[in-house]
């Protein structure tokens, strides 16, 4: 192996380290792990012989069976956390002249969802790489068929001949413009031009919102490129012919910016979308991306970033190189995921967007095993691997020229050619789908393509710098949060349904721990019932008077006790050791609460009516962009709820259930006067408390707040009645 003239004694492109304190924490979760089967052995030993209480109990018994069958697959993630870094000026010592090209594929499906603008500013971050230009090619992909879209993209062509040569020379970072601009003003003041570039930008983006708000591109516009005239025979934006525009042909030796320097190339495409023909989501946009760009580029490496999501570090593309290149390992690897990282989060992150248990924790641990999960964006592939290739152990990076098109074909003659690539036709009687490209019919189609790339043998990397290759967009009201988990709880779960299953198919092809890990994310949706019989059951028989957990007294509190003392520390331990605060954790417990209770109830029951082919419950993708007292409310960490919905009417129904449960529960006991009572209900009362204190925004929604975010009036008297009349029924 290796590079010939290198010699074998070269020193590697990347470095792994393992987690510090590791055999503390394992000595940690083995005596957690015997405190759970205690549990498990005082359920077994005192069934009560009541035959309704023995029914109660014996569910209860097997919600903790799953508890802590759930908490054995979160160990897999951390007992053997690895964290890598990168050696870049190796990589340019060595390899400067002979870096791979590499595609970069940014989505976009709505423009009204996602605005232009925000797509172009992440084609722009991603245009002024770091890397050599002729290398680099962008595509957006354009599901929306929008001549909008075209139209910044056409804009941005032209700004990035003055955005890329000014990047270069201050080497400012980062380089999406309005990240840029609106960072704190004193940081530049000194950049010379600044001034001039900025009103450059304010201009494209005021000429792309007059033709936003105009609803159509402005004629003279039309007529400046030809490939406006493509929308004339655009019927809908779901009934069209494919759009292929290249708007900067890298190969060109005229397409240099303004200082002479070669550009990137710059393609525009918009797949063939017809009626007849089901679209396949994202997953087919990407496996026309992935024809069409080796027709006009063919790139050895792919970057697929979703179009809200820009860099916020132009050396990404190099860090990558270092784990593809590396002479030891390199060939291994398939893909190499980045952190989702966001840059609108607010001080409290609410919301738990941040999602920083998996970003800092969970996928490090993942990596130990050979494998993160592809997530979809901020993901380098290997062009071979997500086309279809097999891991083999004679692999070797090929250093070769990567344009097929040296021989001058013209742009609009490889356009011609390349089209005919995302036509609708294009793949029917053949692979893509299934064995090549991104797979179908799996609304987490990253996931399940990444475990069938683990499954034929390759590995993939996690790549967490300080500084985060790439920013995204996160959700900015709880309703787009619960929604958007719903989703992806419903996708990962019908992973576990279908042929790629990580305890099927995945047995004997990837590790033990990496089958484990991937189980996390499949089973979120089973997770709904367990806890919600948890949040439910126990404050019922707290209003009841009745006993299902050990008195305080008894040795058997002892397992309890510790299992939830040492768990409250670890999962508080984890947050503030990443840099979070303890405000973010609480609200990280109630959004788990949150997403248990609802998102993950609608995904496991979407999933089984998808089973047996009924139409699912339908909620649907929502705007990231809101309107602005509604952003005020999130800047302010204040929840939004606003419109009705059953995830809602859940929420507050559970809230008001354990309120009521709390109040008349603790009222019987004190009128009940026996003091054994409060004994042996002590767990049911800290339980009860816990579910009370941690929905006070729901309480404060509902009753106090006066704002257009608080809980529909509907919503509150539905949840009262729901509430009162399960507590009656239960009592009488
Ligand atoms: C994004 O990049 C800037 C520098 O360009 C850096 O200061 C900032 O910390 C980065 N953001 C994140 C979240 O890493
Ligand atoms: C697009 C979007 O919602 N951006 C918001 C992100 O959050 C900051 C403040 O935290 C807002 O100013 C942005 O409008």
């Known amino acids: 192996m290796g590079n010939g003239s290198e010699g074998e004694g070269a020193l590697p492109l990347f470095e792994t380290k393992e987690a510090k304190f590791k055999n503390a924490y394992r000595l940690f979760a083995i005596s957690m792990f015997i405190g759970i089967c205690m549990i498990w052995v005082y359920r077994i030993t005192h069934i009560p012989l009541n035959l309704e209480e023995k029914w109660v109990w014996m569910l209860l018994f097997l919600s903790e069976l799953w508890f802590g069958f759930y908490w054995v697959l979160t160990q897999s993630v951390r007992w053997n956390r690895v964290y890598r870094s990168t050696f870049k000026d190796r990589l340019s010592h060595r390899y400067e002249d002979k870096l791979p090209g590499v595609d970069i594929f940014v989505c976009t499906a709505d423009p009204t969802i996602e605005p232009p603008m925000m797509a172009i500013n992440t084609v722009l971050s991603v245009m002024a790489y770091n890397y050599p230009t002729e290398k680099l090619s962008v595509y957006l992909s354009d599901d929306g068929g929008s001549d909008l879209t075209f139209y910044a993209l056409l804009e941005a062509s032209e700004f990035s001949k003055y955005w890329l040569p000014f990047c270069k020379k201050f080497n400012i970072e980062p380089r999406s413009p309005a990240a840029y601009f609106s960072t704190e003003s004193d940081l530049f003041v000194d950049v010379e ?55 900067i042909d890298g190969r060109n030796p005229n397409a240099v910016d303004i200082d002479g320097g070669a550009l990137p190339t710059l393609v525009y495409l918009s797949r063939e979308k017809r009626p007849s023909h089901h ?19 063919n790139g050895k490496i792919i970057l697929n970033v979703d179009c809200d999501m820009y860099s916020n570090n132009s050396e990404s593309v190099r860090d990558a190189c270092c784990f593809f290149m590396d002479e030891q390992k390199g060939h291994e690897i398939a893909f190499v995921q980045f952190p989702q990282s966001f840059d609108n989060l607010t001080k409290n992150d609410i919301y738990a967007s941040s999602m920083s248990i998996i970003g800092e924790v969970e996928f490090s641990g993942i990596d130990g095993y050979g494998g993160p999960l592809y997530i979809g964006t901020g993901c380098f592939h290997r062009r071979e ?40 036709a294009f793949e029917e009687g053949t692979q893509w789908g299934k064995e090549m490209g991104l797979k179908y019919g799996c609304p987490v189609e990253d996931v399940i393509t990444g475990l069938s790339i683990h499954c034929r043998g390759w590995k993939s990397v996690y790549f967490n710098p300080t500084r985060k290759g790439f920013l995204g ?10 929604v958007q988990h719903k989703r992806w709880s419903e996708g990962d779960f019908q992973i576990i349904l279908s042929k790629y299953g990580p305890l099927s198919y995945g047995v004997g092809r990837i590790k033990l721990g990496l089958q484990m890990a991937y189980c996390i994310y499949c089973f979120w949706a089973p997770n709904c019932l367990p806890t919600l019989y948890y949040s439910v059951i126990p404050s019922l028989y707290l209003l009841k008077g009745i006993s299902l957990f050990p008195r305080i007294t008894s040795p058997w509190f002892l397992p309890f006790a510790y299992v939830i003392i040492t768990e409250i520390l670890s999962s508080l331990g984890e947050f503030l050791c990443f840099g979070s605060t303890l405000q973010c954790w609480w609200n990280e417990q109630r959004i788990w609460l949150f997403k248990r209770t609802t998102s993950y109830l609608f995904g496991f029951i979407d999933t089984l009516l998808n089973v047996f082919g009924f139409a699912n419950s339908g909620f649907d993708i929502t705007a990231k962009l809101t309107d602005e007292d509604v952003s005020k409310r999130y800047e302010k960490d204040i929840m939004e709820f606003g419109n009705s919905s059953p995830m809602f009417i859940i929420l507050a129904t559970l809230a008001m259930l354990n309120l009521v449960c709390l109040l008349w529960g603790l009222q019987r006991m004190i009128m009940n006067t026996k003091t054994s009572n409060f004994e042996s209900l002590f767990l049911q009362v800290l339980l009860c408390g816990f579910l009370v204190v941690i929905n006070l925004p729901i309480y ?33």
């Open 193 to 247: 031009g600044l001034s001039s570039i900025k009103q450059l930008y304010e201009e494209m983006e005021n000429r792309i919102e007059t033709a936003a708000k105009l609803g159509r591109i402005p004629e003279e516009i039309r007529t400046k490129h030809k490939g406006f005239s493509e929308w004339n025979s655009v019927s809908s934006q779901r009934d069209h012919q494919t759009i292929l525009q290249v708007l």
């Open 279 to 297: 679209h396949k989501f994202k997953a087919g946009a990407m496996n026309a991306l992935i024809r069409v760009s080796s027709k006009i580029s």
């Open 385 to 424: 691997t997500l086309s279809g290739g097999k891991y083999s152990e004679n692999y070797k990076f090929e250093y070769k020229e990567n344009f097929v098109n040296q021989v001058q074909e013209s742009a609009s003659e490889l356009e011609k050619t390349a089209k005919i690539l995302a036509d609708c």
């Open 473 to 482: 967009i996160a959700p900015t009201t709880l309703g787009q949060t619960l």
């Open 700 to 732: 404060n929604g509902l009753f106090f707040r006066k704002d257009n975010g608080r809980m529909p009036t509907s919503v509150t008297v539905k949840s009262i009645i729901l509430a009162v009349l399960t507590c009656f029924l239960i009592l009488y």
